[in-house]
């Protein structure tokens, strides 16, 4: 098999799935296309909405005691919780990671999906998983986590695509080394001289921060007025074409 890796989803965590998933929905004109009972083993209820072919999660805890509470308390609430990329080999990607000092925080399979979590401490600023769902190599082919039916909750009339990720540290280059050896990706710099992370779907950029944390995510809309305007209405705090949503910003792009 070919060696790839792409950004398959971004997960964020909230106190409460509601309204943190209305209003996603409302704002950024997304449909929820599954809701994964498999979570709640984990103490964790959670929705996912298709952006294009990118998932975008929310998990939210309904008993004490979850990594995703202590995530919340940890961060104040600041914060994406998961960045989870679809790749040939997950195990694989989990030894190299190993070999890095990185250890392996959970390993789940739910045939045809298999994926290998790192620990997030050992990551730093958020969880990474890497996952392969057999059949899976077609972007618009299964993926049990979002569904037997994601594709057909795919909207695009308001959000086109998710197409950065932004990463805050006081070491932005140091982060994106650490991550670059981790997901075996060569650090590159942007037009703004920020260190970055190309993948064929998305990049991840890595910006100077109080602390390590994933901190906005970059979508494509049709129309930023009006996106934002829907934002403001739902009583997000809005700044200029940016708005503070489940604990990350999500920054708005033509």
Sequence with gaps: M????????????APHLEPAISDISAIMGLEVCYRDGNVAKYGLENALLPVDTILLEVVAPFQPGTAAGRFLDKNGGRGGYMAIFCCDDPDARGRHANGLGVRTANVITHAPYHGVQLHPRDCRAA?????????????????PPAGPDWQKSIRKDVTR????????SP??????????RITGIAVSNNARGEPELKLPNASFRFVKGPSD???????EVADI?????????KGCKVSGD???????????VA
């Design 2 to 13: 070919t060696e790839y890796l792409r950004l398959r989803q971004i997960c964020l965590v």
């Design 127 to 143: 969880f990474i998983e890497f996952n392969h769902t057999t059949g899976s190599d077609d972007v618009l082919g299964p993926y």
């Design 161 to 168: 695509a998710l197409t950065a990720v932004e990463m805050q």
């Design 171 to 180: 070491d932005p280059q140091g982060l994106a080394a650490h991550w670059g």
């Design 213 to 219: 944390l994933m901190s906005g995510l970059t979508f």
């Design 225 to 233: 007025a009006k996106v934002r305007d829907a934002a403001r209405a």
């Design 242 to 252: 940016s708005f503070d949503l489940c604990g990350v910003t999500f920054k708005l």
